[in-house]
């Protein structure tokens, strides 16, 4: 038996998605650096979810939060960060969709400041 759901983005991954992670480095003060380093890339799905705005510091950010659906695999995690071309994503959940190792969700948010 063949699941439906299971091929419903195969021809939607349009986005060539990079990851990377947080590397600490030390300086030569006895403090650290904070870079974010290339992990890899993968083919994805963007799709915008809900989109808000907010004031800080005379600025007017938005908020838009996005579910980008891979397949499964990879080592994914929160901490880490999603970039298409100039846009950036902060990872809130890394999701297993149906527990089956096929589709991976992930939720992320991209500030935008206007």
Known sequence: MTC???????????????FEREQETPDMR???????????????FIEPVSW???????????????????????????????KYGDRIFQIRAVVNEDERNIWTIIRAVEQVAT
């Open 4 to 18: 439906r759901r299971c091929d419903r983005f195969a021809g939607k991954l349009i986005h060539k998605i990079s």
């Open 30 to 44: 006895g403090g650290s650096i904070i870079e974010w380093e290339y992990q890899g890339e993968f083919w994805a």
């Open 52 to 82: 808000g705005e907010s004031m800080a510091q005379a600025r007017l950010n938005s908020t838009i939060t996005h579910n980008i659906h891979t397949r499964f695999g990879g080592d994914i995690r929160t901490t880490d960060r999603l």
